[in-house]
């Protein structure tokens, strides 16, 4: 996967997340999760789900209540070991999926990586961006790293991440703590906050970068035939 296809489509998902209501609201791996289950068009053990995602028992448990008291998936005993709980998704989880990647796709700009694909192919790219968690950190990280400047101001990082400002501005609060970033006020300005790698953050970056670019969008597995 091509770092900025990953970028193009987690900044179209943040800003659909933000106009869905809050008590429908899903977050990026709760949709990968659906989108998963989607493509695979088979039930998925709950441990292979967690494995996918390099989730915890509780986490993966928690992604799971909250699919499921949405009627989006539906969960069962697995066929030889009632031990084992298995997913799948339900006729409402498709209809999520489709409506939830047709308005990712809407919200990538024209001349954007992926701005020309399909709703569905954007459903099989998050089932793949799922297996790699990024915080907001992270994509802040990334934010900077793909740009074409040194540098970016915090209300750039909004626009390129497709994020709330105080949830950029927090996590480069956070980063900068942890000298991932370094703040410096631009040139002439009295409030403008410009932020920029540090060679440690770029190291960072390159890391995910790394990860991400590793990552293969698999196609819609075939049912067999009778």
């Known amino acids: 996967m091509d770092l900025r296809e990953y970028m193009s489509v987690r900044r179209a998902y943040n800003i659909v997340r933000q106009k869905v209501s809050s008590d429908e609201r899903l977050t990026f791996e709760e949709y990968a999760i659906l989108c998963r289950l989607d493509v695979a068009d088979a039930p998925i053990k709950t441990s292979a789900i967690a494995e996918y995602q390099g989730a915890l028992r509780p986490t993966m448990t928690h992604r799971t209540n909250h699919l499921a008291g ?32 047709a308005l990712t796709r809407a919200q990538i700009p024209n001349g954007k990586a992926l701005s020309r694909t399909s709703a569905d192919r954007i459903c099989k790219y998050v089932d793949a961006m799922g297996s790699v968690f990024c915080k907001a950190g992270d994509l802040v990280l990334l934010g900077i790293y793909t740009s074409d400047e040194e540098s970016l101001t915090i209300m750039k990082l909004v626009d390129v991440l497709g994020l709330l400002q105080p949830t950029v501005s927090m996590s480069v609060a956070s980063l900068a703590d942890l000298g991932l970033v370094e703040r410096e006020r631009e040139t002439g300005g009295q409030h403008t906050t410009c932020v920029r790698l540090t060679d440690t953050g770029r190291a960072r970056a390159e890391s995910l970068a790394g990860t991400i670019q590793s990552v293969v969008v698999r196609r819609k597995l075939r049912k067999p035939r009778d």
């Open 70 to 101: 949405l009627g989006y998936i539906e969960r069962g005993e697995g066929s030889t070991d009632r031990r084992n709980v298995v997913c799948s998704i339900s006729d409402s989880g498709r209809e999520a999926v489709a409506n939830l990647s």
